[in-house]
């Protein structure tokens, strides 16, 4: 985990992002998630076990893990400065550096200014809409992870309810996929009862959360492999590309095995988010 410095005070009023679109889906979310686990423990579950059991037990468990993780790290991700506000900045402007007149610093080296956050961030990947703050370079850790959860989590959700689905409409059959595709239309028509548009809904929302989460998180591994943000990504920007393993310790830290179980793993990371190595120092290196 980063350092104490990074940390920022969390507020009731710095809950909810300032811009209203991030505003709606960080609701969204907030709700949304914890909604479709309970969907999914108090409806779906006792349709296939009348009793508690050890299997049951698993299932809430799992359930339990997944979502304390996917909150623990957008809690984090949120609360992790991000920017270089709370670090010693220069007052010359040094070579690759740039100026930024909206903060009035001296920016280093892939750090980028966020017209939404109003702020420079460090090594700066992009702006979550669902958190409404940037992702740079001392939280991407924790933006990386609880993606990968929401991903797991939705392949979960959608894999255990999928019978119960079928069962709501009907069976397995070309009606049931057009109710999924388009289940407002089928409940205006009266093809699907009132509880079998709801049951639809909730599972084509999870295959859009699935689909959605799908693309976030190749973007994060593509950005990752190639030791790249998603501006330089979008530029071909290769500078900073110093081998995969590398590149991922640079993002979760020493301890990248453990951060994928505890947000509040502490895991160290090789840079400050100032200085960047580049591509052409280790072959200098290799030259001597």
Known sequence: MVSNDAILPMHSKDLLPRNRRDRSLFIFMVVGIPFAVLW???VVLPNY???FSTVVLIHILVSCFIVFNIFGNMYLLKRVDASGKQKSLPAILKQEWRYCHLCELNSPPRSYHCPICNECILKRDHHCMFTGCCVGYH???YYLVAILYIWIGAIYGVSYQWDYCLQQLGGLRFGSVLVLIAPHFAWVFGAVSSFGFL???LHTLG???FLITSYLLLIQLLVIFYGQTQYERKHNIESYNLGFKCNLLDVLGTRWYLVWL???IPSAQSGDGLHFSHVNDLENVKNI
């Open 40 to 42: 999914e423990g108090c």
């Open 49 to 51: 076990h009348t009793y």
């Open 139 to 141: 939280n991407q850790r």
């Open 199 to 201: 049951v639809a809904v």
């Open 207 to 209: 295959m859009v959360v």
């Open 262 to 264: 505890f947000p509040w």
